[in-house]
């Protein structure tokens, strides 16, 4: 594979372009071309410093494969890379704007049962310029008259972020660079199974994303059961590197819990979470859960979640259940690029 432009921040460009002899405009107009999602061979730039770039940077690290619309309004996509692994995203309709979901991994390793973007295992981390690609794209296909294209983002496509710090805080640094797409830190978020040592980096890093723990138990033996990232960090040591995230940044967090019938879905569960995390700064998200075909765990009924988020709230944890989105289109992480690989073989 090719080296990937998109890696670069605006300053190492300019280097760039500087170093192949070119005027520092065309620095310029090199990242105002990318940052609308086109091929290095599309940019209007002099024909000598394009050939010199295509020579050594891929033309298109995201190609977008396929689009598929939910009558919801959200969009799934699946992105082909360079090398021809293939990613997915979402873009999910809001009143207040749009948010991406993006991929930080091909696949992922963290091998949480009810997941299905862990079903083949980490296959490779993506570099921060294919993080942001997929920003750019989607965003060119937004940005128009009618619509203000990405105005928000989640880390929570295929792969845990945490588990690709340096590319992911890389990324983080680009996206949110004023010279850049700029988006704001506090239109980020950044959802984690709970990697402790890495929440503290982040913490430290000085760009304030919104923090989201995957917690989906109560107890570090139930959490033991469907995630076995439990089995290195518990969840006493994750509280505190959230408190420690909250002093940082002054952000408040967000635990999402995905219900699972006969796991972790009842009212003892719910009074166990209050307990743990009653007086904290921070909310939590019910997820139902996605069920994967691969994986026999079912979801809890809607009244449930209802019941659950009303008990929460009762015991002074704020808590909402979160509207499924796409769910006719493959909703849950990695589903769609397992059908699209396993119709493949
Ligand atoms: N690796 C990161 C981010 C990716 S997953 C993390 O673990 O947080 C984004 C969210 O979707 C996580 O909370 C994850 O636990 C949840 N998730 C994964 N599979 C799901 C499914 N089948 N149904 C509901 N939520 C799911």
Known sequence: MKKILQDLSFEQLNEL?????????????????????????????????????????????????????????????????????????????????????????????MGCKFCASTLGGLVRNLTSGEILSQVYVVNAMHQNGRERGVTNIVLMGSGEPLDNFCEVSAFLKNVTAEDGINISARNISLSTCGIVPKIYELADLGIPVNLTISLHQTTDEGRRRTMPVANKYTIA?????????????????????????????????????????????????????????????????????????????????????????????????????????????
């Open 17 to 109: 372009v500087s170093g192949l002899g070119a005027k520092p405009f065309r620095a310029k107009q090199l990242a105002e071309g990318l940052k609308k999602g086109k091929k290095i061979s599309e940019i209007n730039i002099d024909p000598a410093l394009k050939q010199a770039l295509t020579a050594e940077y891929e033309d298109e690290p995201v190609r977008v494969e396929k689009v598929l619309r939910s009558a919801d309004g959200s969009e799934k996509y699946l992105f082909r890379l360079a090398d021809g692994n293939i990613i997915e995203g979402v873009l999910m309709k809001y009143k207040y704007g749009n948010t991406q979901c993006v991929s930080t991994q091909v696949g992922c390793r």
């Open 237 to 345: 040591e994750i509280l505190g590197a959230c408190s420690y995230y909250f002093e940082k940044t002054g952000r408040r967090y967000i635990f999402e819990y995905s219900l699972i019938a006969g796991e972790n879905a009842d009212k003892k569960h719910a009074e166990e979470l209050i307990a743990l995390l009653k007086g904290r700064p921070c909310h939590v998200n019910l997820i139902r859960l996605n069920e994967v075909k691969e994986r026999s765990l079912k979801a809890a009924a809607d009244a449930q979640a209802y019941k659950f988020a009303a008990v929460l709230e009762k015991g002074g944890i704020s808590a909402t259940v979160r509207r499924s989105v796409g769910a006719d289109i493959g909703g849950a992480c990695g589903q769609l690029r397992a059908g699209y690989l396993a119709q493949d073989d």
